[in-house]
């Protein structure tokens, strides 16, 4: 079962959301989410129930020893275990295809639950935490596991920490403004993910196809590629969001609109917010109080990581590491000079150096990297399309439309604007956009429950 599954969405969301208004005290809740979410993440793997568990208690148990009662010694070993341990589970179970034994890769894909690279990192988040000062250690095991297996949570973003989050866990309410507005939120993750995304991927395929290298095709492709990545974070941002506030929960967004002023810096807080300000306090914050030079490593260990952490080849190691160089130049000197300058040509310098951190995450080498490249200068075949790309783009024509709308950051801030300054304006046309919005939804959803069942009947 996983999170665009009907089954999923239309049942199990539904009954555990149920159970949940059964009784109010937030105790009952919590213990509804955490049951709901082992049945979910172990689903068919009763083995996972074990690992999950003993997770939790031992995140738990690494917490207590790094509260501010124990001594330095002691906090250091408590949060070098954490790590080690969490990182261990992380390479066998979602990384084991890296030890190159096949026997290890099957088993560890029967066993592993679903979420565990998420759940690894929250959990160190949480030692880190406590350890750091930024929390204070738990000692109800449970509050503990309400945060580490809580399934609105492990659609992989948004990353919260359990300082930001304890609160609600001891005590919160579901109003219907947050049913509305999480429901809201579901339906644009659900659209996102099971209605945007097999386009965009066709328009990639089409696109980049080494058989048939077009300029337009590079060009387009690798556009679909980048605007594919930012599509499925942001609908799994929507869906994590939306099951959190059905729940109660008010989540931080970790995906938020791009915008060019923000250059190569400003793309990457905004595209994994949540992640990126944790691998800050973790790798860089500690090193940059210090001297330059040492913020500049750990500002480069930063982006490895983080590269690796959402797919450990060279080339996502390569990607992560030049993003936070230029992250690291901008923060140190370049960010004065480009603000000094024409925006024509700091908007060309963002689009040519994110164009080249994602096209290293587009190809399984540099030898695709190559084709690609030679086919943007026109060294590729003599047409300027060819027939699969031009039936991909006119098919969803319409779609490609709206969505240049609502990602490119030019005409995304300019609707908004002038639909923001109408309904204050106007009370009629207040109306009628609600009315509109409401509309929007409901077809929205209908397209994705067709697209979701089709899928399932293939």
């Known amino acids: 079962m996983h999170f665009t599954d009907l089954i999923f969405l239309f049942c199990f969301v539904p009954i555990t959301l149920l159970l949940s208004f059964l009784e109010k005290s937030t105790e009952y809740k919590n213990f509804i989410l955490i049951i709901s979410s082992v049945l979910f993440f172990t689903w068919g793997r009763p083995f996972a129930v074990s690992l999950l568990l003993l997770t939790c208690v031992f995140d738990w148990g690494m917490g207590l020893l790094c509260s501010d009662k124990k001594s330095k010694p002691i906090k250091i070993f408590a949060l070098s275990l954490?790590?080690?341990?969490?990182?261990?589970?992380?390479?066998?179970?979602?990384?084991?295809?890296?030890?190159?034994?096949?026997?290890?890769?099957?088993?560890?894909?029967?066993?592993?639950?679903?979420?565990?690279?998420?759940?690894?990192?929250?959990?160190?988040?949480?030692?880190?935490?406590?350890?750091?000062?930024?929390?204070?250690a738990e000692k109800n095991p449970f509050c503990v596991m309400t945060y580490s297996v809580?399934?609105?949570?492990?659609?992989?973003?948004?990353?919260?920490?359990?300082?930001?989050?304890?609160?609600?866990?001891?005590?919160?309410?579901?109003?219907?403004?947050?049913l509305s507005d999480g429901l809201t939120r579901i339906i644009l993750g659900m659209t996102k993910l099971a209605v945007v995304t097999p386009v965009l991927q066709r328009l990639i395929s089409?696109?980049?196809?080494?058989?048939?290298?077009?300029?337009?095709?590079?060009?387009?492709?690798?556009?679909?590629?980048?605007?594919?990545?930012?599509?499925?974070?942001?609908?799994?941002?929507?869906?994590?969001?939306?099951?959190?506030k059905i729940f109660g929960f008010d989540f931080k967004e970790s995906f938020t609109g791009f915008k060019y002023t923000g250059y190569v810096t400003g793309f990457t807080r905004s595209f994994h917010s949540s992640l990126c300000d944790f691998g800050r306090d973790v790798f860089i914050t500690p090193l940059q109080k210090k001297n330059q030079i040492l913020r500049i490593i750990g500002t480069l260990i930063c982006g490895a990581v983080i590269g690796l952490w959402y797919k450990s080849t060279l080339m996502f190691l390569i990607a992560g590491v030049t993003a936070a160089l230029f992250v690291a130049v901008e923060e140190i000197f370049l960010k004065k000079i480009l603000d000094s300058i024409m925006p024509m040509i700091t908007w060309a310098y963002t689009t040519v150096v994110l164009g080249f951190v994602f096209?290293?995450?587009?190809?399984?080498?540099?030898?695709?990297?190559?084709?690609?490249?030679?086919?943007?200068?026109?060294?590729g075949e003599g047409y300027f399309m060819s027939v699969a790309l031009k039936d991909a783009i006119t098919q969803n024509a319409f779609l490609l439309a709206v969505l240049a709308v609502c990602y490119l950051p030019f005409s995304r801030g300019f609707f908004r604007e002038k639909i923001d300054k109408h309904c204050e304006k106007s009370v009629k046309?207040?109306?009628?956009?609600?009315?509109a919005q409401t509309v929007c939804l409901c077809v929205m959803l209908l397209l994705s429950a067709v697209t979701l069942t089709e899928a399932a009947i293939r």
């Open 429 to 435: 046309f207040y109306s009628a956009t609600r009315i």
């Open 206 to 244: 089409a696109g980049l196809n080494p058989n048939e290298v077009t300029m337009s095709g590079s060009f387009v492709g690798m556009g679909a590629h980048i605007l594919n990545i930012c599509v499925t974070w942001s609908g799994l941002c929507d869906l994590s969001i939306g099951l959190g």
């Open 359 to 379: 096209s290293l995450t587009a190809f399984d080498g540099f030898s695709g990297m190559l084709v690609w490249a030679k086919g943007l200068i026109g060294k």
């Open 82 to 136: 954490d790590a080690i341990v969490n990182s261990c589970i992380f390479l066998l179970f979602e990384r084991s295809f890296l030890f190159g034994d096949s026997t290890l890769a099957s088993l560890s894909e029967k066993l592993m639950p679903l979420g565990i690279a998420i759940m690894t990192v929250r959990g160190f988040s949480y030692v880190f935490d406590v350890f750091t000062g930024r929390t204070e």
């Open 150 to 178: 809580c399934y609105p949570l492990m659609t992989g973003t948004p990353l919260v920490r359990y300082g930001d989050m304890r609160g609600q866990i001891l005590k919160r309410t579901v109003t219907g403004k947050k």
